[in-house]
């Protein structure tokens, strides 16, 4: 029992890990229609920054603004990157994010060194004990981090003009240009944002790991494993299939084999889009650029 325990923490905590960067790169779809293939290295930059700021101040004051740099570099990629490149093919802009992904890596490499580091948690360390088990205290504020993030971004989606607005430029973005849904300011806050969750990931993440360049490109390949489950339009579904992912990654892991611990995603992965095609959200075939 105290195993399967510890097994479920791990898994819902990784889970929420992968749900946090996989919203973000389901808001920029929703919004503009692109795949941004730096999500994951935008958490380890944001884990990076966190870590230089924690020698200058209070590691909770280093987490706000290490989502605030974030916020603004996920918004710099968008002016960058996806203003230029809007009208070109989907192929196109996703190759260009992937540049951006290897440059990010190849700056930290430079920069901080490719050997690991630790990094101090903003949400305390330690263990409790719950039924004999001990559950790694960061594990439990990930958990509830998360789920506190989710609601606000349900709540922001579905009762604000904001919402509104994201929705209809997912839904058809010419008609809702035509009514004055102004895309340019949309794709801005919607790329910042998917920053921002990718900062906040890295932020939970980090301490738990052995901080690399490296890390968010492991991460981010069990984050697509979740968007393809999920549907690149479906918040909701999209944090379901990450959660299924990370628990079920951990109870593989620790009951049938840990050599097969970076393929589990992927083989649930195909198995559930052998048994349902389309994945947990119904498909989308609206184009919008």
Avoid: C
Wanted: charged content about 10%; aromatic content about 10%; overall charge positive.
């Amino acid at each position: 029992m105290e195993r399967f325990l510890a097994l479920l923490l791990a898994g819902l905590s990784s889970g929420a890990v992968y749900a946090l960067v996989a919203s973000g790169i389901v808001l920029v779809h929703k919004a503009s229609g692109a795949v941004n293939f730096a999500q994951g290295d935008l958490l380890t930059l944001g884990a990076y920054v966190y870590l230089v700021l924690t020698a200058y101040v209070a590691p909770l004051v280093a987490v706000i603004l290490a989502i605030v740099v974030l916020f603004l570099v996920g918004g710099a990629i968008e002016r960058i990157v996806f203003v230029p490149l809007r009208n070109k093919p989907r192929l196109t802009v996703a190759v260009a994010t992937f540049g951006i992904a290897l440059a990010i890596e190849a700056g930290l490499t430079v920069w901080r060194g490719s050997d690991p580091q630790s990094v101090p948690s903003a949400f305390g360390s330690g263990s409790v004990s719950v039924f004999g088990a001990l559950l790694p205290v960061l594990s439990l504020w990930t958990i509830a981090i998360t789920a506190l993030v989710f609601g606000v971004l349900y709540a922001i989606f579905q009762y604000t003009q904001i919402g509104r607005m994201v929705r209809a430029l997912a839904a058809d973005r010419e008609v809702a240009v035509m009514y004055g849904v102004s895309a340019t300011v949309l794709n801005f806050l919607t790329f910042g944002l998917s920053g921002a969750l990718a900062a906040l990931g890295g932020v939970l993440l980090a301490p738990a790991l052995a901080l690399s360049p490296f890390l968010g490109f492991s991460i981010v390949l069990y984050v697509f494993a979740a968007v393809t489950i999920g549907g690149f339009d479906s918040m909701g579904g999209v944090a379901v299939a990450a959660v299924v992912l990370g628990v079920a990654q951990q109870l593989l892991t620790g009951y049938v084999s840990s050599s097969l611990t970076n393929a589990y995603p992927y083989l649930i992965m195909l198995v559930l889009l052998l048994i349902r095609p389309t994945g947990l959200a119904r498909p989308t075939m609206a184009e919008r650029y």
